[in-house]
């Protein structure tokens, strides 16, 4: 019985690292804009190498 | 928070040179993994058994089935997937968080070891140095090593993060702290083994426990290694290669948090009908279902990326593979849930149904995505375009061919399997007693042939792959690693200023508190990452001596702890890879009892570390073989001739030969470290040993074994074709007869054989 605990307990401490996470991101307005990153991701604004 | 910084840019240059190694890396793994696999595809087939067709250099002790299928295993996942995974995710986050790849030394270390530790991986399992627990096989020290480099990769993750100059993390890299995460956990949990040498250990846990234990990690290794990371990429490399967004953002969120909530749950639908509590395995089918809606919607937000766009799939090999890749997440995922059911299961379960799935999982889904990316980066990376598309549009359709030979073959293997094993006649008996007749009835050599060359076709894929991108590199002006300018955020300046930014105006202690807290708050990552740990670390304390103490309750009734002579052969059922193709769980349904006896329970299990319960039944379940063997064939001498040729027992087996056990004799040396075993066993393991020293050890052994010899040669009467051999009390192969002697035993000594 003692490892359906054990597992459990591990299951609960993802579960509670997720709820941190989550809370985290909610709060920190990584939610507050959910259009832009799909697009902003796409451009790399790499510095193009120097011509020669 | 959001204020705009006020510092100047500066130039920050990517390490795309060890995003080139890793995927180098991951092409070669790829070749051999497969390789490995196609070998024992043939020696399923009965190449190199059987029928052999000049392979019979296939018949190598160090090349059997039971060895090298975990190099097969941790071939695909670890080195290929692994590397693959490595590559993708530091080309990606270092654009996503506009920052170079944190601790440059230590991205080299991360490189080289876990590479290592797969060169490692390759030198052991052929030598038969394997913990015996499916996917989690390396040997302790490698274990460790493991963990070093897992947590190298966790450092320069979460280093890159903190210096990043991009506030908002896009969802890709949600998906990659996920694994690392997840990854960590699983490791540490299911990786609890009792060094008995350097090379080998035994699991803290047994039985019932260890079986729970290990599928929690097999199915979240699943969930963690081969779905979250490579979500992560897709989410990143699909939208790149099609030059537009994901189709909903906001449902790319919803699909993580929803698998990250859901997926550590679903683990026991590895052990249904088995002796796993009945509520334990409800659960497990439960989630499994829940599962299937975030995965789907996963799949259709990726596939929908694509919309108004799809003519580009025609002409992109890259978007062609990505494509195919998330389609067979979709089949995947639906197949998952589907034989997580319990009447499904019962049919699926230990057939080859299960193997296409995984093949389905790892070369349809986490195959086409590491090809697909690769293909895309290495030609963005060197500024020039792939060598020959028309090669990687080859390695396409062989690839894809192959993987539906592979799946369509093992469906109809698989629930040919099951159906037959089921099969019951009008007077209620087994319709297939004998084992061999499914073989040689279902025609299942000629289907595996069918398999092989599915696999040869994904592997020739796999050369052309790596040929193009070597090819590709060649014609190209050398790496140019890129630059770009981005401002630093605000939250980068150092830890003193935001010390004093939130201490200013605290004054009193309550004040103070809530400050620091503020404080902890700025670096979030730090605080999972240390939370994480404590807990891990907490969690580990807690329940090693407990685990310890637990095992010395139950000593159920009749079932006794291995004898040297037992443990010795156990050791050689182990090494020599058995579980592989043989379970050891009888299941609580009437073909199974029928066929084998009665249904395992839970306490039998008491001393098995770990447990060998297995997964695939290509050979018939052995958990009750001293009951069957002893009363229909014969016992020991149907063994003796069996395994030192399967084909004069079985004709058409496809099993190895393991002559080698029959002129390998355990030494004064082997007593020693049998004795310091058993020890082990006693003192760490709780297993009721009296004396475990040298002699006592080595007198009981040698009196097992001389009563076995003794019956055997008795036994065998006319019958010459394999001879008993001098000393052969000490011969391998007499262990091995032991411990098959005692799997059921117990019943035998309750009379409580039905």
Known sequence: MLMYFVLTAMGFILFAICIVGLIWSIRSGQMDDLESPAVRMLHDDTIPPPSK | MSEPSTLPPDTIQFNDRIVRNFLIMTLVWGIVGLLVGVILALQLAGMG?????????????????????????????????????????????????????????????????????????????????????????????????????????????????????????????????????????????NSMEVPASMWKSYSLYSGVRDALVQWWYGHNAVAFFLTTPI????????????????????????????????????????????????????LGVTFSIVLWMPSWAGMLNGLL????????????????????????????????????????????????????????????WVGFMCFGMTYWLIPTMYKTKLWSEKMANSHFWMATIGIVLYAITMWITGIMQGSMWFEFTDEGTLRYQDWMAMYTEGHIPFFYMVRMFGGLLYLTGAILALINIVQTMRNSNGLVE????????????????AYNEEMKDAETPREKFWAVHALVERWPFLLILLTTLALLF??????????????????????????PLEMAGRDVYIREGCVNCHTQMVRTLRPETERYG??????????????LWGSKRTGPDLAREALIKSSTHGGNLWH???????????????????????????????????????????????????????????????????????????????????????????????ALLAYLNKLGSHLKENGDTK
């Open chain 2, 598 to 611: 009665p249904h395992t329970r839970p306490e039998e299990g008491v001393y098995d570390h770990p447990f």
């Open chain 2, 538 to 563: 907490g969690g580990i304390i807690e329940i090693v001596p407990t685990m310890i103490q637990s095992t010395q309750v139950a000593v159920p009734n009749g079932i006794k702890p291995w004898t």
């Open chain 2, 49 to 189: 058994s059987s029928w052999d067709l000049g392979l019979g250099f296939l018949n190598q002790e160090w090349l059997g089935f039971g060895r090298l299928r975990p190099l097969h295993t941790n071939a695909v996942i670890f080195a290929f997937t692994g590397n693959a995974i490595f590559g993708g995710v530091y080309y990606s986050i270092q654009r996503l968080l506009k920052a170079r790849l944190a601790f440059g030394k230590l991205v080299d270390f991360q490189f080289w070891s876990w590479n290592l530790i797969i060169v490692a991986a390759a030198i052991t399992l052929p030598l038969g140095i394997t913990t015996g627990k499916e996917y989690a096989e390396l040997e302790w020290p490698i274990d460790i090593a493991i963990a070093v480099s897992w947590i190298s990769f966790g450092a320069i993750l979460f280093g890159t993060i903190y210096k990043r100059r991009e506030r908002h993390l896009y969802v890709a890299i949600w998906f990659f702290i996920a694994t690392w995460v997840g990854i960590t956990m699983l490791h540490v949990v």
């Open chain 2, 305 to 364: 990326t694509l919309r108004g766009a799809w003519d580009k799939v025609r002409s992109s090999p890259v978007l062609k593979f990505l494509v195919v890749s998330v389609t067979f997440y979709g089949m995947s995922t639906f197949e998952g849930p589907m034989m997580s059911l319990r009447n499904i299961n019962a049919l699926s379960h230990n057939t080859d149904w299960t193997i296409g799935h995984v093949h389905s999982g790892a070369l349809g």
């Open chain 2, 482 to 497: 890129d630059s770009i300018q981005a401002t630093p955020l605000i939250k980068d300046t150092c830890y003193a200023t």
């Open chain 2, 640 to 734: 003796w001739r069996h395994m030192y040729d399967p084909q004069l027992t079985s004709e058409g087996s496809v099993m190895p030969n393991y002559a080698h056990l029959y002129d390998t004799y355990m030494d004064e040396g082997d007593m020693d470290s049998l004795a310091r075993k058993l020890t082990i066993w006693r003192d760490v393991l709780a297993t009721p040993y009296d004396d475990c020293d040298v002699e006592t050890v080595t007198r009981e052994y040698d009196e097992q074994a001389t009563l076995l010899v003794a019956e055997l040669e008795g036994a065998m009467g006319d019958i010459v074709d394999v001879s008993v051999p001098e000393n052969a009390k000490r011969t391998e192969i007499v």
């Open chain 2, 231 to 282: 979500l992560g990429l897709m989410y990143y490399y699909l939208p790149k290669a099609a030059g537009r967004p994901v189709y909903s953002y906001r449902l790319s969120i919803l699909h993580f948090w929803a698998l990250v909530f859901i997926y550590i749950w679903a683990g026991p639908h590895h052990l249904l009908h088995t002796a796993l509590p009945e509520w334990a395995q409800t």
